[in-house]
C-alpha cells in the first residue's frame, strides 16, 4: 500500500493533522467552541461553493470567507457573552444556506466537488495540499511552543488573563482566525461534515485520562494517530469512507476511555476501602 | 502616589444606575475592606476598578508603574471561576505557577527562585502536598485557597479580592488576613477586598469602604460612605 504515491501523501497529512487536533481541539473545547469548527466547516463549505461559482481556485475563497466568519463569530460570542452558543447557531445555519444557494446558482458540473468537499477525499490529496499542511503544522506549532502560557491563563479565565495585561480580545480573534484556515485547508480531506470530530475527539480522550494541560495535549497526539493511521489502514482494506472511518474509531477510542477511566477509579476506591478496614 | 484613583464613579446596566458618586484613591500600604448588603453591586465596582467594565461616568485612573517605577501588577481573584467546575485538565502545580507569568515570564522558563515562591504561596495556604491533583477533584474551600496560593505566586502590588474567603473555616481566615496585613504593612501592597467578614477583618485592614442605599437615589442604586481610616495596632507592633 505504500508503493501508492497517493497513500503516501495520505498517510503524511494524517501524521500532520494528529499533530495539530489536540492542540487546537483542547483549546477549542476548553473555550467551549467545540461546534466553532463546525459552524467554520459550514461557513467553509460556502467558501467553496463561491470558488466553484467565481471558477477561482476553492481553496482560497474558502480561506477568505472562514477569516471573515471566524472574525465576526469573535465579535457575536462578545455580543451574546452569557449564551455563546448562539453565535454558533447563527453563522452556522447562515453558512449552509449560503452555501445551498451559491450551489444552486452554479448548477451543472460541480456535484462531484462539492460532495468532495462534504464527505472528503484522504486518498485524492495533491502534493500542493501536503505542503500547506506541513506549512500549517509548523506554525501552529510553533504558535503554541511560544504562546502556551498566554493561551493556558487566556482559556482558565478571560477576566483573570485581562487583568494580568494579556491582549485577550486579539488572541481570541486570531485564534479563531487560525481555527478557520485549519478547517479550509483539512475540510477537502476529511470533509466538512466529520472535520469537528476528528479536530475535538483526540482532545475529549485525552481529557478523560490526563491530569495536567501539557500531559493533555501530549496524549491527545499519539490518540490522533491511532485514530488517523489505523482509520486510513481500515478504509484501504475494506473501502470504506476514509473521513467516516477515522471518525468511528476515534469514537470508540473515547467510549474505551471513558470504561477504562471507570475502572481505573472503582480500583481506587476499593483499595482505600481496604486500606481503612486495615 | 496612587495605585488606583477612582474619581466621581457612576455605572449603570443598561439604563438602571447602580453606582453612583464613587470617588477614592488607593495607595501602597492600604488595606481596603469593601463592604455592603447583597447586590450592592461591589463586584460591578470591582470590575469597573479593573477596566472590565467602563464607568458610565466619572474615571478610573489605574498608575502604570508601582513605587519602584516598574510596571504596576495586578492580582485579581473573582469570586467565581467557572473553569474550576468544567473539567480544567490541570494541576494545582500548573495553576498556580500560572500566576508568575504576568511577571514577566510569558516567554520566558520559570526559575529555581520562580519555583521557591510557587512552593512558598501553596505551602502558605497548606495546599503543597497537593500539588498533583487536578482542581476539579478540590473541594469548594480548597479550589478558593489555590486562587489565593495563585495571586500571592504573581507577587502584585495591588490585590483585588472579591470574597476570597468563601468557603473557609475561622482559623484559615484569620491565617490569611494576617498574610494580607503582612503584605500591605511590610511590602506596602495595596489590597482591595470585598468581604462579609466586616467584623473580624475591621481588625486587619486600615480603610473600610462601605456602599450604601441613599435616600436620595434611585431604588437599587448604591454609592458610598466616605472611605474611612480604621484605627487597628499596625502589625509591627504586634
Given amino acids: 500500500m505504500f508503493l501508492y504515491e497517493f497513500m503516501q501523501r495520505a498517510f503524511q497529512a494524517s501524521i500532520l493533522i494528529s499533530l495539530i487536533a489536540p492542540m487546537l481541539g483542547l483549546f477549542l473545547i476548553l473555550r467551549r467552541q467545540s461546534l466553532m469548527a463546525d459552524t467554520l466547516a459550514h461557513v467553509s463549505l460556502a467558501g467553496v461553493a463561491l470558488g466553484l461559482l467565481v471558477s477561482i481556485n476553492p481553496t482560497w475563497t474558502n480561506i477568505i470567507m472562514v477569516v471573515i466568519i471566524a472574525i465576526l ?123 469537528s470530530a476528528i479536530l475535538i475527539l483526540p482532545a475529549a480522550i485525552s481529557m478523560r485520562l490526563s491530569r495536567s494541560f501539557a500531559s493533555t495535549i501530549l496524549l491527545g497526539i499519539p490518540i490522533a494517530l491511532t485514530g488517523m493511521l489505523s482509520g486510513l489502514f481500515t478504509s484501504y482494506e475494506y473501502g470504506t ?36 478496614q486495615q | 502616589m496612587f495605585y488606583i484613583k477612582v474619581a466621581d464613579l457612576s455605572f449603570h446596566y443598561e439604563k438602571e444606575p447602580v453606582l453612583t458618586n464613587i470617588s477614592f484613591e488607593l495607595n501602597p500600604g492600604d488595606f481596603v475592606m469593601l463592604t455592603g448588603e447583597n447586590g450592592a ?50 494541576t494545582v502545580l500548573e495553576l498556580v505557577q500560572s500566576g508568575l507569568y504576568q511577571r514577566g515570564k510569558w516567554f520566558k522558563k520559570l526559575t529555581e527562585a520562580d519555583k521557591d515562591q510557587v512552593k512558598r504561596s ?49 482559623k484559615s481566615r484569620e491565617e490569611f488576613y494576617q498574610l494580607l496585613r503582612h503584605q500591605s504593612e511590610i ?24 456602599l450604601v442605599r441613599k435616600e436620595e437615589l434611585p431604588w437599587r442604586c448604591f454609592s458610598m460612605n466616605s472611605c474611612r481610616e480604621l484605627s487597628k495596632p499596625r502589625f509591627s507592633s504586634l
Avoid at chain 2, 485612573?61 to 471561576?81: D, M
Wanted: charged content about 15%; hydrophobic content about 45%; overall charge positive.
Fill in chain 2, 41 to 90: 453591586a461591589k463586584t460591578t465596582l470591582l470590575r469597573n476598578i479593573l477596566g472590565l467594565l467602563k464607568p458610565t461616568m466619572g474615571e478610573v485612573t489605574q498608575s502604570p508603574t508601582n513605587r519602584y517605577g516598574e510596571k504596576l501588577v495586578v492580582g485579581y481573584v473573582p469570586q467565581q471561576v467557572s473553569s474550576f467546575n468544567i473539567g480544567f485538565p490541570s
Fill in chain 1, 241 to 276: 469512507p476514509p473521513g467516516a472511518t477515522i471518525t468511528l474509531i476515534l469514537l470508540a477510542l473515547f467510549v474505551i476511555a471513558i470504561i477504562v477511566k471507570k475502572v481505573m477509579k472503582q480500583n481506587q476506591k476499593e483499595k482505600i476501602t481496604l486500606k481503612e
Fill in chain 1, 73 to 195: 463569530l469573535e465579535y457575536l460570542r462578545m455580543l451574546y457573552r452569557t449564551y455563546s452558543e448562539v453565535s454558533i447557531a447563527i453563522l452556522m445555519s447562515g453558512g449552509m444556506a449560503l452555501a445551498l444557494i451559491l450551489m444552486s446558482l452554479n448548477q451543472g458540473g460541480t456535484t462531484l466537488n462539492i460532495n468532495q468537499f462534504l464527505f472528503g477525499s484522504i486518498v485524492t490529496i495533491s502534493t500542493q495540499q501536503v505542503w500547506m499542511l506541513y506549512l500549517l503544522a509548523g506554525i501552529i506549532v510553533i504558535l503554541y511552543i511560544i504562546f502556551r502560557k498566554a493561551m493556558y491563563v487566556l482559556i482558565f479565565d478571560e477576566e483573570t488573563a485581562f487583568t494580568a495585561g494579556l491582549p485577550i480580545k486579539t488572541m481570541s480573534i486570531a485564534f479563531n482566525v487560525l481555527t478557520g484556515v485549519t478547517i479550509a485547508i483539512i475540510m477537502p480531506i476529511v470533509g466538512s461534515l466529520l472535520v
Fill in chain 2, 122 to 170: 501553596l505551602e502558605s495556604v497548606g495546599l503543597w502536598e497537593m500539588r498533583h491533583k487536578k482542581i476539579g477533584e478540590l473541594s469548594g474551600g480548597q479550589k478558593q485557597r489555590i486562587s489565593i496560593a495563585r495571586v500571592f505566586a504573581t507577587d502584585p502590588d495591588l490585590f483585588v479580592l472579591d470574597e476570597p474567603t468563601t468557603g473557609m473555616d475561622k
Fill in chain 2, 187 to 210: 511590602h506596602e501592597k495595596a489590597i482591595l477586598m470585598v468581604s462579609h467578614d466586616h467584623d473580624e477583618l475591621r481588625n486587619y485592614c486600615n480603610k473600610h469602604i462601605e
